[in-house]
């Protein structure tokens, strides 16, 4: 397995307007054979300056507040994904980063905080020279009294022969352990053109964002499992959730996680995703799921992916909702392949009017058109242990081998809508 990495670093000198950029051996730093450091990158457009900031790679970064781009041409050993560190500031709206190869824009992302993040899209980047340019999608101004700005700090193309549903190739640090260094960020499954992402996080901060999550969830679904927030850690770009058999404060035997975006964020229609790496062993319940935003409305409930950790080849994609008399209905698709517990995969959900697809990474697995509902819908993700208990649970309850400290890590959840 090889990795090649070629990185651009924005600083001050030779910044100017519509200017072509020279080429990256001029003045650049080989950190590696296949590794470059650029001095600048060139505005298209007088919309932008170079600022300095102790937290910035090289103590400067670019800020950009309109529609304009900044521009590189590096001589690239190829790659698979752009990874741009970014952050964002708006009063309303968040800045959107917008990447283009060669000129033609391959990603449009959401950059939704205010610290430095790392965000990664999946492009095809040529061997040899080639145009890279990171820019400000939509405009400065959100009021009359509120400017929209996105700071770039650095750019690199990664590229490491790895497919998406890969294992690394080393272990990565523990989530358990904040301040480890990061893995390679992953790539993102970009859907494509008429595509415009509307919720994401990547948990690269060091404790989980809780202004796009809920924790608190208690006890419900699952009779063995009280979901509690001490079973959630962020680090090392991954959010990891625990079951450990142990007294919790409903008198459970278990505790899991659950994260949910009730109140934060909800969507009609669009595409949901979650990669993520699954646990193997009886009775454990990983979930990706949406939930109506009016809590009085259930059903319907959209899985996007259910597994029984005794099965971990097994996906279990299901639609819950109400016939017509009223009364609860579900239909549901399997899909069975390789054990999914040994390393990260993408499950993905794509939601139209009248039509429901299920993805497993990248692969449709399922699709229905059953009374496909209209009402917006929330993220939930979790790690439970066990189901009702009652004949013929399909999860099945857990037992002396059922593993205590058993979890799942993910890597990111996304949303996006159409354009």
Known sequence: MTFRSSVVRLAAA???????????????????????????????????????????????????????????????????????????????????????????????????????????VRARVPA????IAVGLANDRRTSPRCDRNLHVDTVAVHGDGRDEGAAPATPSPSPSAPGSAAPAPPVASTPGPGWRLTFADEFDGATLDRSRWAADWGAS?????????????????????????????????????????????????????????????????????????????????????????????????????????????????????????????????????????WEVDGVERHRTTTAVTDQPMYLLANLAVGASGDPGDWIGMPDDSTADGAHMDIDHIRAWARE
């Open 221 to 357: 679904f699952s009779r063995p499992t009280e979901f509690l927030p001490g079973q959630l850690q962020v680090g090392a770009g991954r959010l990891r959730i625990t079951a450990e058999r142990k007294p919790t404060p409903s008198g459970r035997p278990w505790a899991g996680g659950l994260i949910n975006s009730h109140g934060r964020f909800e969507q009609r229609y669009g595409r949901f995703e979650m990669r993520a790496k699954v646990p193997t062993g009886r009775a454990l319940w990983p979930s990706f799921w949406l939930m109506p935003a009016d809590k009085r409305a259930w059903p319907p409930e959209i899985d996007v992916v259910e597994m029984r950790g005794q099965e971990p080849g097994k996906v279990f994609m299901t639609y819950h909702y109400l016939d017509g008399a009223g009364a609860h209905r579900s239909v549901q698709g399997r899909h069975t392949g390789p054990d999914l517990s040994t390393g990260f995969h993408t499950f993905a959900l794509e939601w139209s009017p009248g039509l429901l697809v």
């Open 128 to 131: 040899g020279r080639v145009a």
């Open 14 to 120: 030779a910044l100017c307007c519509a200017a072509v950029a020279p080429a990256d051996t001029a003045g650049a730093r080989a950190q590696s054979p296949q590794a470059f450091e650029g001095e600048s990158m060139r505005l298209a457009a007088a919309w932008g300056k170079v600022m300095r900031s102790p937290s910035a790679s090289g103590g400067r970064f670019l800020n950009v507040w309109s529609t304009a781009f900044a521009t590189r041409t590096v001589t690239a050993a190829g790659g698979d994904r752009i990874v741009v560190r970014a952050r964002g500031t708006a009063c309303q709206g968040a800045p959107v980063l917008a990447v283009r190869v060669n000129g033609a824009r391959v990603a449009a992302l959401a950059v939704r905080t205010p610290v430095w993040r790392s965000h990664a």
